[in-house]
């Protein structure tokens, strides 16, 4: 049974991104792991020697009753989506968001992580430092990134970025048996240009590895890497899509400026990375 791990601050924003997170347990006949996590204020003792645990345990006691006062909330979601079979455990910790969700992902044995993101500018928000950036160049599992106001709809087709790397072959496998879990199609691109060092031999192996698979592979000559993605989106109703952690710096590049205002609005799906070595 494969265990979603889904942090959560109880925001319109996270509870959007649970819903995807039930319907991907579903999908998967997965179980989920609610993670809330917060950080206590630092209180220099030497002003408040005598009420110093005072504070904290007043702190610790109000996330604690709010954690308590918010899961109803979220059960009552998975009710409402006829999803309240599946199983659910939780968590609250303190401390760092994303040490706490690498510790989590050991001790509880996570194979998937689901977040939302927020602000205008959701993919931005994602990939340039934030709480959702900063988990995905330091996860070690793949990572669902849900943009603040996109409901969950089925997902019929998967979107997967490649440069035909024996690396990027492993993370399409993986996203192989996904799609057929999902009973979804795979659009593969490779944007091919002037400096681009892979062999039509290559490609053509490819091809003939996954030619019973849901897969569809499309070269196309750019030097508008950018830009070509995002038209890939669009041209194929990408529903989902996925690419490769290789490099904080290429999505730093990828979705940036302009480019990130437009995907968030006008091609907002969810982003599952998938971290490779």
């Known amino acids: 049974m494969k265990r979603i791990l889904f942090p959560t601050d109880f925001s319109d924003v996270a509870n959007n991104a649970f819903v995807h997170a039930l319907e991907l347990a579903k999908t998967l006949q997965g179980e989920l792991i609610v993670l809330h996590s917060f950080e206590l204020p630092v209180v220099d003792n030497q002003f408040f020697p005598e009420n110093y645990m005072v504070i904290y345990e007043s702190l610790e006691l109000a996330?604690?009753?709010?954690?308590?006062?918010e899961i109803p909330k979220l059960r009552a979601i998975a009710q409402e989506r006829q999803l309240d079979k599946i199983k659910m455990t939780h968590r609250l910790m303190d401390g760092d968001l994303?040490?706490?969700?690498?510790?989590?992902?050991?001790?509880?044995?996570?194979?998937?992580?689901?977040?939302?993101?927020?602000?205008?500018?959701?993919?931005?928000?994602?990939?340039?430092?934030?709480?959702?950036?900063?988990?995905?160049?330091?996860?070690s599992v793949p990572m669902l990134c849900?943009?603040?106001?996109?409901?969950?709809?089925?997902?019929?087709?998967?979107?997967?970025?490649?440069?035909?790397?024996?690396?990027?072959?492993?993370a399409l496998k993986s996203v192989?048996?996904?799609?057929?879990?999902?009973?979804?199609?795979?659009?593969?691109?490779?944007?091919?240009?002037?400096?681009?060092?892979?062999?039509?031999d290559t490609v053509k192996e490819w091809e003939s590895e996954f030619e019973k698979e849901p897969i569809t592979f499309s070269v196309i000559p750019s030097n508008e890497v950018k830009e070509t993605i995002l038209d890939f989106?669009?041209?194929?109703?990408?529903?989902?899509?996925?690419?490769?952690?290789?490099?904080?710096?290429?999505?730093?590049n990828l979705f940036h400026s302009s480019l990130t205002?437009?995907?968030?609005?006008?091609?907002?799906?969810?982003?599952?990375?998938?971290?490779?070595?």
Request: some cysteine.
């Open 63 to 69: 996330q604690f009753d709010m954690f308590k006062d």
């Open 146 to 170: 849900v943009p603040h106001d996109v409901p969950f709809k089925k997902v019929q087709t998967i979107g997967f970025t490649t440069r035909f790397r024996p690396k990027d072959k492993k």
């Open 233 to 252: 989106i669009l041209q194929k109703d990408i529903d989902m899509l996925t690419m490769l952690t290789y490099k904080r710096g290429f999505f730093e």
């Open 176 to 200: 192989v048996k996904i799609a057929h879990k999902m009973k979804a199609q795979i659009k593969c691109l490779y944007v091919k240009t002037n400096e681009s060092d892979v062999a039509q």
């Open 261 to 277: 205002k437009k995907i968030a609005t006008e091609y907002s799906i969810p982003v599952l990375a998938i971290p490779i070595e």
């Open 98 to 139: 994303t040490f706490n969700i690498k510790k989590a992902i050991i001790e509880d044995k996570i194979d998937f992580v689901v977040m939302g993101t927020s602000g205008a500018s959701g993919w931005q928000s994602f990939f340039m430092g934030t709480n959702s950036g900063n988990v995905i160049t330091e996860t």
